[in-house]
């Protein structure tokens, strides 16, 4: 078995890695595409299943719907999303990229967030609980359980905020 100081290093050092490539991979984004990189993920799945719902592209990037209409709104202001109501259920919003958002989709980088997402779902449930469950002892050590999640290089959080992990 490892010394104590030899895993705290390890552990530090895969923080470190896991902020580098978050920031790189953002940072890239931004350059590329001049979007953030949640934008720009939920354009590549517009690109690969449209219109959507913006019910169902919340659910696809783990996002709370309030908070994907935020995305959405900036996409729309730059006029690569366009949002119709259905006919059928007045209630129902569609999501769709323009032509200028395919335009700006193709060649972009490759967007963290969907790395992430995709790495983790391949994951059995066992492994999924042990992740979460070290990184809810991190949050605990940094006592960030109350602090609203953030979007990646972004100043959108996520609300509401889900419970915090790990309270007893």
Request: net charge positive.
């Amino acid at each position: 078995m490892k010394s104590k100081p030899v895993m705290v290093a390890e552990i530090v050092d895969d923080i470190r890695r896991i902020f580098q490539v978050l920031t790189e991979q953002s940072r890239k984004v931004e350059c590329e595409t001049s979007l953030i990189g949640s934008q720009l993920w939920v354009m590549k799945l517009l690109d690969e299943t449209s219109p959507m719902r913006v019910s169902d592209l919340a659910r696809r990037t783990y996002l709370h719907p309030a908070t994907m209409v935020g995305l959405l709104d900036r996409l729309e202001a730059k006029e690569l999303v366009r949002r119709t109501r259905s006919e059928e259920d007045r209630r129902v919003v569609h999501v769709d990229l323009t032509a200028q958002g395919r335009e700006a989709v193709k060649n972009s980088p490759e967007v963290v967030q969907d790395l992430l997402v995709n790495g983790l779902e391949a994951h059995t449930d066992l492994t999924l609980k042990k992740i979460s469950e070290g990184l809810g002892e991190i949050v605990a050590i940094l006592g960030a359980q109350d602090v609203p999640p953030q979007l990646f290089m972004s100043s959108l959080l996520n609300l509401p905020k889900r419970a915090a992990r790990g309270k007893k």
